[in-house]
């Protein structure tokens, strides 16, 4: 983000990073699976061949007292025909019958697909309850939160009795703003301004670190009718996990002209100059300089033009890295967006689980549970960073040889050594461009011994090893004098400056164009 800022820095208004849709979900972790199911049965001295009344009694329990509720609190409820409509523009619908109603606005009721438990045989021919894909009715209890704004909780109606909550870190922001007494504008859940942008950014912050667990259930015990036999007679409390998660970074421009110049060049950029290492890279992934290493699904790049403009999206497996001009034509805004739905991939810095309160962290899987949102966050916004850096490094009206011209003059250092120019579309300085162009470089940095394993044949003896060594750290010193590289703090790596990112991009562009292509451009 620090190159983009550097590029476009004079043009952007505003910038903020946060939440922006989360789908959260609870499950019993003894009711998950087929021997907690059965432990819950020994606890509750339930036969095996009781287990189908027994459930069908909380099942009913659950609807008398939901259905009951609501006509108690004279709120809409309204059974859904089909899964697919559109239930929060449906809920949005019924509360205007009661305009400014604070709280619970509507409930919705809908068949769609749930995980269950039925008796079946197992190898031996016994009776034991499995888990199976089932469909049952699933009741929808929208809110217009005090604090959230829009939200809803999801309560499944057959044993084990899943919730999911949805909630929008956007709606959650403007209910925050507002109880502070600062002014914003908003298109959708978009903020095309706010008073204090700083304030702002500070109240996203919060929310990552937000107490989860008493969030949700301050959300979800009041509007469920089992929560009490769940959480006390049947000693199954909920887990709560993320399901998805979307990061966002909305970039807030001051003139519409600059965005319809830039925006295409940056969709051109992402579609023509990107491949598959690179969006690895920008989700995460260490990508080896030969092979894909552990990388195993599928990456890709997809454009599509919309009715409200076009984006391109970076998919690896079922987490995606997107970009696209939000609320256009209206507003001035690009969003960047990370969504991940399969963390596996990803590590965070903890305990063991079960492991004692002492014990040493270290790098483990990043799990579903809210406990590691806060690392979600991190490395949603660190792909954000890097997908913008990409384009700083790309977006550039300068001609090539206006953008070279620097390079091809001697300089003075500090201490008023000269150094030779450079000769960057080729000979060694071009190789050595060209290499520092790599992607492990830009997201890692690099030292000394990085570049002689790409630049040097390999050496045997001590003494041509230290020869190479030094030769490397002359022309290290050589591109520190330009100002290409930037000596990261108390390490020996290295990293391209804002301004080599951009010479080391438009010269591997025209490297590989062909002469027509030149032709046409000039």
Not at 146 to 160: A, D, H, I, M, T
């Amino acid at each position: 983000m620090k190159s983009f800022l550097s590029r476009f820095g004079s043009w952007v208004l505003f910038v903020l990073s946060g939440f922006d849709r989360l789908r959260l979900a609870g499950e019993s972790r003894l009711l998950n699976h087929g021997r907690g199911v059965q432990s819950y049965l020994w606890q509750q001295q339930l036969l095996f061949k009781d287990f189908p009344s027994h459930a069908r009694e909380l099942t009913e329990a659950l609807r008398r007292r939901t259905e009951a509720s609501a006509q108690e609190q004279d709120l809409p409820l309204l059974p859904l025909n089909s899964p697919n409509t559109d239930k929060e523009a449906t809920a949005l619908q019924l509360a205007q019958r009661q305009p400014g109603r604070p709280g619970r606005i509507a409930v919705l009721s809908c068949v769609e697909s749930c995980s269950s438990y039925r008796l079946r045989k197992n190898a031996q021919g016994l009776i034991e309850p499995r888990k199976e894909v089932a469909r049952c009715l699933h009741y929808y209890h929208y809110f217009q939160h005090e604090r959230l704004g829009l939200c809803y909780v999801r309560l499944q109606s057959w044993f084990p009795f899943g919730v999911r909550v949805g909630l929008n870190g956007r709606a959650w922001l403007c209910r925050q703003l507002e109880q502070r007494g600062l002014d914003f504008r908003r298109r959708g859940n978009l903020l095309l301004s706010v008073q204090d942008v700083a304030a702002a950014q500070a109240l996203l912050d919060e929310q990552v670190t937000s107490d989860w667990p008493a969030l949700l259930q301050e959300l979800v015990q009041p509007v469920h009718p089992l929560w009490d036999y769940l959480h006390q007679t049947a000693r199954a409390p909920y887990y709560w996990m993320t399901e998805q998660s979307e990061w966002a970074t909305d970039i807030l421009f001051r003139s519409p002209d600059f965005l319809a110049r830039w925006y295409p060049r940056w969709l051109r950029h992402s579609v023509e100059n990107l491949g598959c290492r690179d969006v690895l890279r920008y989700l995460g992934k260490k990508v080896p300089a030969h092979g894909y290493g552990a990388c195993t699904h599928e990456a890709k790049i997809d454009l599509r033009c919309r009715p409200e403009g076009a984006r391109v999206k970076f998919w690896y497996g079922t987490n995606s890295l997107k970009l696209y001009d939000k609320e256009a034509p209206v507003a001035n805004a690009v969003r960047l967006e990370t969504t991940i739905n399969d963390p596996s991939g990803f590590q965070v810095f903890r305990r063991k689980e079960g492991a004692a309160a002492g014990a040493a962290k270290s790098w483990q899987q990043m799990r579903k549970g809210v406990a590691d949102l806060g690392r979600r966050a991190e490395v949603s916004q660190a792909a954000n960073s890097r997908l913008a850096d990409s384009l700083a490094s790309v977006a550039e009206a300068t001609p090539l040889g206006q953008l070279l011209e620097p390079l091809c003059r001697p300089v003075w250092d500090s201490q008023g050594r000269r150094h030779r120019a450079l000769n960057p579309a080729g000979g060694p300085d071009g190789q050595l461009l060209r290499c520092l162009a790599q992607g492990a470089f830009l997201l890692q940095g690099f030292r000394n011994r990085d570049l002689r394993r790409q630049l040097c044949p390999t050496a045997e003896d001590a003494a041509a090893q230290r020869r190479q060594a030094a030769a490397i750290t002359r022309r290290l010193a050589l591109l520190r004098a330009h100002g290409l590289i930037v000596k990261i703090q108390r390490t020996h790596r290295y990293r391209l400056s804002a301004q080599a990112q951009r010479v080391t991009t438009a010269l591997l562009a025209a490297s590989q164009a062909d002469v027509a292509r030149l032709s046409g451009v000039a």
